[in-house]
């Protein structure tokens, strides 16, 4: 450490007091986070830590003046963390840390918008940095290394500002954030934007809530960086399978860039009404579709499936027959399955059919004495038009 006089320390440390408050006052998140970055090592914190270890009377320093003294229980201990780091002493510094990060919160609170939450960010890793080097140091004098966990308490904390927990959790979490309305959605920065809205619409496909979760997975897509292919994939890897239970198909091309052909042949199942080849997929990629927690999701496609076997039977009769077209007979769709080697009975195909109608994705009525179904003349296949089947 080289010679510092103790003008030329008190200069430095009002320096730093100068930028922290200026910081704040023009809301300037970039510039804050690095004025809290101490295991970066930049040389303008490392100098700041010789100057404070020069001059001990800073806290009287940051009492004289209104506009640092209203930081003051953020900035001292950071002063004390800043000292420890440098001269090692690394549970000290922690401790210090975590009283500066905790007062730090409390602020954070009372801000109206989000513009600090990326030194928030730099907070919640410089935390469990040195929580990580105080445990290496309390091991190495036999002591129980405890610092880390306390760093997980206050990750809580820090969690609970911001506020996304476990999934059982969500639902009151998200509810308190959407009613508080401490900050404005679209004040938070777009890659925290895109987060927010991927985490909440793999949580609406949980709930099965489908319009909802295509909502907030299709704002993810669109706004996020077009050359992160890793999270383009994380995304569709679930609004796949919400597409598909509204009746949108994706490309293959699509299926192909971002590997995600394990939903191929699910989508060739839809447009062929191929209910074989459907569960086949889903026991090919069982393991896979049960960790993505979509599994469920795409099981229920086989409603899909029978509509569109249903329409295929139409179509060729309608070649053959025009004026009978709308009458299918239950044995045709027996046979029809029996071709696709799933064997079913007429009263199983019946069921199967009433669902179908009941959940209006055929548009028809029972003739039961003579087992057929007639279907309605007019739009016998509805569309979901971007609406999932009622379940």
């Not at 963390?81 to 510094?93: A, E, F, I, M």
């Not at 907070?123 to 036999?142: C, K, P, Q």
């Not at 907030?216 to 995304?235: F, G, V």
């Not at 579709?289 to 039977?313: C, D, N």
């Amino acid at each position: 450490m080289a010679y510092i006089s103790m003008g030329e320390a008190h200069r430095r440390i009002t320096d730093f007091l100068n930028r922290f408050s200026d910081a704040v006052s023009s809301q300037d998140g970039s510039s804050l986070k690095r004025l809290l970055s101490l295991s970066s090592d930049s040389p303008f914190l490392l100098s700041l830590a010789d100057s404070l270890n020069v001059f001990q009377d800073s806290g009287r320093l940051i009492k004289q003046f209104d506009k640092y003294a209203q930081y003051g229980e953020i900035i001292v201990p950071l002063f004390r963390s800043l000292q420890n780091y440098r001269l090692g002493h690394l549970v000290d510094s922690y401790q210090s840390f975590e009283k500066s990060a905790n007062a730090f919160i409390q602020e954070f609170r009372n801000w109206e918008s989000a513009w600090a939450l990326d030194a928030l960010y730099v907070i919640a890793y410089e935390i469990r940095v040195l929580a990580e080097r105080a445990d290496r140091e309390l091991v190495s004098m036999g002591k129980n290394p405890e610092k880390l966990k306390g760093a997980g308490s206050f990750l809580m904390k820090a969690f609970g500002v911001l506020a996304l927990g476990t999934v059982h959790l969500c639902r009151s979490v998200i509810r308190s954030i959407e009613t508080a309305r401490i900050f404005d959605f679209e004040e938070f920065p777009v890659r925290d934007k895109v987060t927010y809205m991927y985490y909440t619409g793999r949580l609406e496909v949980f709930n099965e809530n489908f319009p909802a979760a295509d909502h907030k997975l299709s704002y993810a897509l669109t706004h996020c960086n077009p050359h992160s292919e890793a999270n383009i994939r994380m995304i569709l890897k679930y609004l796949i399978p919400v597409k598909l239970s509204i009746g949108i198909l994706p490309k293959f091309s699509l299926l192909q860039k971002y590997n995600l052909l394990e939903y191929s042949n699910v989508v060739q199942a839809l447009k062929r009404g191929d209910l074989r080849l459907l569960r086949q997929a889903l026991q090919e990629h069982e393991d896979r579709f049960l960790r993505s927690g979509v599994y469920l999701v795409l099981e229920k496609l086989e409603l899909q499936v029978y509509q569109r076997l249903i329409k295929k039977i139409y179509i060729i009769q309608k070649l053959k027959d025009p004026s009978k077209a709308h009458q299918i007979k239950l044995e045709v769709i027996v046979k029809a399955l029996k071709w696709l080697e799933m064997d079913m009975d007429v009263d199983e195909v019946e069921c199967i059919m009433s669902i179908l109608i009941y959940k209006n994705l055929v548009k028809g009525y029972f003739a039961h004495k003579s087992k057929v179904v007639v279907l309605s003349k007019q739009d016998p296949f509805p569309k979901l038009n971007g609406k999932p089947v009622n379940s």
